[in-house]
């Protein structure tokens, strides 16, 4: 078991290298792993989030607690954690996505992704998602699963473009889960690609 675990972690940061993505207002942004370094700016992007941004990542409009915040950039063995970052005047860069699984049992990875509002609708979310994806599936899990308030059109049009199937959790309608289900064809063909893959809108 321990063998699968640290094969897993390993396949799964072997695919995270930095990537450059050219969003569509012109800012030139940067994808990378997480750190504990991270987690100042990290908690900063929550708390520059508006109220409705809050409600939908962390099902609170109130403070978001520090255990959750270190989650978001050290994940457990088998997660991945990523940021995504712009340059600022001053020559430093600023956090402005965040996304991250942790794989819940051995064939389920659970993921959540967060844009900060003035960078929202310059497609970061969906890299973001769709890197998270290929991640999941070359660290072999079978299944990429999430909860999105059923009230989150955005995230639910999102997902379905991406060919997660959502639907509305039986248990509690203010909840859809949505599920993306590898087959094992994708997990090679996932291995195989080039890095720097994702081109620009
Ligand atoms: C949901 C979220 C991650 C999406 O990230 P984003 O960078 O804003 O999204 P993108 O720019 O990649 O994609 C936006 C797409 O959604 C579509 N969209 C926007 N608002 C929509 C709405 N109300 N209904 C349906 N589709 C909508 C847009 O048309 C766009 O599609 P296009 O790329 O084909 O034009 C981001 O808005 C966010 O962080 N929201 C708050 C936190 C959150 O909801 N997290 C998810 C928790 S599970």
Redesign the pocket.
């Known amino acids: 078991m321990v063998e699968v675990r640290e094969g897993l972690q390993a396949r799964t940061w072997s695919q995270a290298s930095n990537e450059q993505w050219a969003l569509r207002r012109g800012a030139q942004a940067t994808l990378r792993r997480a750190g504990a370094d991270d987690e100042a700016a990290v908690r900063e992007l929550v708390e520059g989030l508006s109220r409705d941004?809050r409600y939908?990542?962390f099902l609170t409009g109130g403070r978001v607690a520090d255990s959750i915040i270190e989650g978001l950039v050290r994940p457990d063995a088998d997660g991945a954690a990523l940021v995504v970052t712009v340059p600022t005047v001053d020559g430093g860069a600023e956090v402005v996505a965040n996304g991250q699984f942790v794989v819940t049992d051995r064939d389920t990875a659970e993921f959540?992704?967060?844009?900060a509002d003035d960078?929202?609708?310059?497609?970061?979310?969906?890299?973001l998602i769709t890197k998270l994806q290929q991640l999941a599936q070359a660290a072999g899990v079978r299944r990429l699963r999430?909860?999105?308030l059923s009230e989150?059109?955005?995230?639910l049009?999102?997902l379905r473009?991406l060919g997660f199937s959502c639907r509305r959790n039986p248990e509690d309608s203010f909840l859809h889960e949505a599920t993306l289900a590898f087959g094992a064809a994708d997990a090679d063909a996932t291995a195989s690609l080039p890095a720097g893959w994702f081109g620009a809108r």
């Open positions: 941004s939908f990542r959540a992704v967060v844009v960078w929202q609708g310059q497609g970061l979310g969906r890299r999430g909860d999105v989150n059109r955005r995230m049009a999102i473009g």
